[in-house]
């Protein structure tokens, strides 16, 4: 076997490794995380209120758009996207991932949570770019504006 393929061999295993090292540290992180100092646990979604914004703010509708910094990152503290060091991201709320979509319908503009999702709540199985299938995924969200379907730019 030449050098060049035993080191895509090992390069593949080792992925696989840590794919499923992701995976299965999720659950006991999921544990350890749900007893923390602050931790509001719901089914599946564990979430910590790090600000809070204007109470008469809005929550967002599931028909809303939603404008957010955000940063996403593995249990490993490893960071696979974030919007803080650009710009604020503007999404419709109803085509993210279930998790987002429940925390964020408890929040008000202004609020910055700390979000833990099971992997059912997040990308489950099918894992996405950087993301490992089943993994535990960790999002700072700052909901920084709700816009309704009639407002939202065309």
Avoid: N
Avoid at 22 to 31: F, M
Avoid at 35 to 40: E, I, K, S
Avoid at 102 to 121: H, I, Q, S
Wanted: a negative charge; zero cysteines; charged letters at 20%.
């Amino acid at each position: 076997m030449s050098s060049s393929l035993k080191k895509a061999v090992l390069t593949a295993v080792a992925g696989l490794a840590l794919s499923a090292g992701a995976a299965w540290a999720g659950p006991d992180y999921l544990a350890e995380h749900a007893v923390r100092p602050g931790v509001v646990v719901m089914p599946g979604l564990q979430y910590e209120v790090l600000a809070s914004g204007p109470t008469e703010g809005a929550h967002p509708r599931l028909s809303d758009q939603i404008t957010v910094h955000y940063e996403g990152r593995l249990v490993s503290g490893e960071v696979f996207d974030s919007s803080f060091e650009k710009e604020p991201v503007t999404f419709p709320l109803r085509g993210l991932i279930p998790g987002w979509v429940t925390a964020l319908r408890m929040m008000r503009p202004g609020d910055e949570w700390e979000l833990t999702l099971p992997p059912e709540l997040a990308y489950g199985a099918r894992g996405v770019g950087p993301i490992p299938p089943d993994a535990v995924l960790i999002f700072r969200i700052r909901l920084l504006e709700v816009t309704p379907p009639a407002e939202a730019p065309k």
